[in-house]
């Protein structure tokens, strides 16, 4: 049986997609190699502080945060958060994450389980950076603090920076959102694109339409029902 491939869409600022981390490792954890899921980055917060002053301001964005974290027990948002740590767009952080993803398949050994990979851990370090501990994680600074708790030289991180290759993944990420209409953050794609699951979606959602590809996908992506 091939796996049911996810494409998993995010922006690291984005609150509803640090709620979901719990989601999807479930969804590694109860399918294991059925799956393979494919992280990707999708631009909600190109100008975060534009983006923020036009939504009211960063003390009103705060208690909003601290609205949505008071209902979803599993995350820990700081009172700090968006008035601390400011990063001036989540585009950097992206790149930093996929010049973590360069640096994992850079031996050319197969990729880790979902859960064992280090884009896993780094991705789940940066949000927590900024949403538990307010910092800016736009900052090299704090991405070169990430990378040293990864276990990772972050001279290495930067030479993938300085040479673009983690840019021109990060604008694949982009244009393949793009592509397949990807709306917001985060995004579930499956089914080639067919199957699209927008916001903050509950788990069984998620398994019931993992469960209903891996009972197998009707030929040519056509169904009777």
Known sequence: ?????????????????YVAERRLDEL?????????????YCSVFPDAWGKIEAKGGFEHFNEHLKEVAARFPHIVVSDQVWLRGRPRTSASPHQFLKAVELVERSDGAPSPPYLDR????????IRHAFFAEALDIGDWTVQRDIAARLGIDADVIERRLRSSEALAALVIDYGLAAENGIAGSPTFLMNDGRQKLFGNVGYRLLEANVQELLRGPAQDGASWC
């Open 118 to 125: 280090l884009t896993t851990r780094a991705a789940r370090n």
């Open 1 to 17: 049986m091939s796996k049911v491939e996810i494409s998993y869409y995010s922006d690291v600022l984005c609150i509803w997609a």
């Open 28 to 40: 590694a954890a109860q399918f294991g190699d059925q799956i393979e899921i494919v992280p990707r």
